[in-house]
């Protein structure tokens, strides 16, 4: 019996992607379809490396093309293209599919951490990444990243470093060590324009913008000077931690950018003993995310690996990419990739999936 594209195809459009809610034909996520005698060969085209869903899609595709009669083997193949949000970066002017701000309402609840695991892991999955270190009182993610300087600039634009697969430029790799960094009104403005204006990213699937504490000028220029795809908020459980979370959401609603979800660190701590400790309270984070409607994007334990990561310059998911804190981290990422991608490709202007032959 032969087997024909056409059939094949017939049975690939039952398959439905399960976050976006269409079957994978009609988004054209399948690509170099060959048949050779029994044997059925395509890729299916995510639209992020880091697809939570792709062990699943996997099966799916698998299940649906043996129902083909004649069908023996079947090779997939697992591609990507993410998306573009369609926003236009013009300040920017490369070709950056999607900005993600990490904002949090006060420093030291691990914003930077969560921002530097985030953008590893999404390298890791094989995406393109920056990440830009905008936290101009506290730029420390040089230290998490074991960088200490850029490398020579590019005529007028400077060059980020390249740091476990990802490109990174940091406000405190701009200033001489021990000058203060203070900054304000206009001049701050126009620093954040300068450095958001002059970096030579190349092209991105993701940049991670890792903003200020809190909601005074300078998270607010960041967040006006550059169109977003959307916003992550890191809060700690405790009471205080999620008001402070609850007006940097708050800032991103008024400015209209989406915002992904919340994040929850230091959620508790194992013991040795097998009990686990709630040091800052629980499940503020879940609470938070509810009251406001805005996704919950998942807890992140205390472990003292996170801080000597973040002191010796090799980020968890680098160093114990086994341990509970990695996965955790490598989860938020692809909810964060999935969701992202899902708003690029709902939104009114966004094609099906960027055509690539
Ligand atoms: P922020 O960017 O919000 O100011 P940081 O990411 O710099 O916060 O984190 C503050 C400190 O807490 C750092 O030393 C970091 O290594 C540590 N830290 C952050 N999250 C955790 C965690 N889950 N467990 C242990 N230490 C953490």
Request: proline fraction near 8%.
């Given at each position: 019996?032969?087997?024909?594209?056409?059939?094949?195809?017939?049975?690939?459009?039952k398959v439905q992607e399960?976050?976006?809610?269409?079957?994978?034909?009609?988004l054209n996520m399948i690509r170099n379809l060959e048949i050779a005698g029994d044997k059925v060969s395509f890729t299916?085209?995510?639209?992020?490396?880091?697809?939570?869903?792709?062990?699943?899609?996997?099966?799916?595709?698998?299940?649906?093309?043996?129902?083909?009669?004649g069908v023996k083997t079947i090779e997939v193949k697992m591609d990507s293209d993410v998306p573009n949000d369609g926003r236009m970066r013009g300040l920017v002017n490369m070709p950056i599919r999607n900005a993600i701000a990490v904002g949090s309402g006060k420093g030291g609840v691990g914003k930077s951490t969560v921002s530097v695991n985030i953008a590893v892991a999404l390298a890791q999955s094989g995406?393109?990444?920056?990440?830009?270190?905008?936290?101009?009182?506290?730029?420390?993610?040089?230290?998490?990243?074991g960088v200490d300087k850029l490398p020579p600039p590019n005529g007028q634009r400077l060059v980020p470093a390249d740091a476990y697969g990802i490109k990174m430029v940091s406000m405190g790799l701009l200033v001489?060590?021990?000058?203060?960094?203070?900054?304000?009104?206009?001049?701050?403005?126009?620093?954040?324009?300068?450095?958001l204006g002059d970096v030579d990213w190349g092209e991105l699937d993701y940049l991670i913008i890792d903003l200020p504490p809190g909601t005074g000028d300078a998270a607010l220029s960041l967040a006006q000077a550059l169109p977003l795809s959307?916003?992550?908020?890191?809060?700690?459980?405790?009471?205080?931690?999620?008001?402070?979370?609850?007006?940097?959401?708050?800032?991103?609603?008024?400015?209209?950018?989406?915002?992904?979800?919340?994040v929850e660190n230091m959620s508790y701590l194992d013991l040795p003993d097998g009990t686990r400790m709630d040091i800052f309270g629980s499940g503020g984070g879940e609470e938070l995310a509810s009251a406001t409607e805005t996704t919950f994007l998942g807890k992140i334990p205390i472990d003292q690996n996170i801080r000597i990561g973040g002191d010796t310059g090799k980020p968890i998911v680098v160093s114990h990419p086994e341990s509970a804190v990695a996965k955790s981290?490598?989860?938020?990422?692809?909810?964060?990739?999935?969701?992202?991608?899902?708003?690029?490709?709902?939104?009114?202007?966004?094609?099906?999936?960027?055509?690539?032959?």
């Open positions: 019996m032969t087997i024909t594209k056409e059939a094949v195809l017939a049975a690939l459009s399960p976050e976006l809610h269409q079957d994978l034909v009609t299916v085209m995510l639209t992020t490396p880091a697809c939570p869903l792709r062990g699943r899609i996997d099966k799916e595709v698998r299940e649906a093309v043996m129902t083909v009669p995406a393109r990444v920056g990440l830009m270190d905008a936290d101009i009182y506290g730029p420390n993610t040089p230290t998490m990243l001489k060590p021990g000058q203060p960094l203070i900054w304000r009104g206009p001049m701050l403005n126009s620093a954040i324009r300068q450095f959307g916003a992550v908020i890191v809060t700690l459980p405790q009471l205080v931690s999620l008001e402070d979370a609850s007006r940097g959401l708050n800032m991103f609603k008024q400015l209209e950018v989406p915002i992904l979800g919340i981290l490598q989860e938020i990422s692809q909810k964060i990739a999935a969701k992202v991608s899902v708003a690029a490709m709902t939104a009114s202007n966004a094609l099906p999936i960027n055509i690539v032959e």
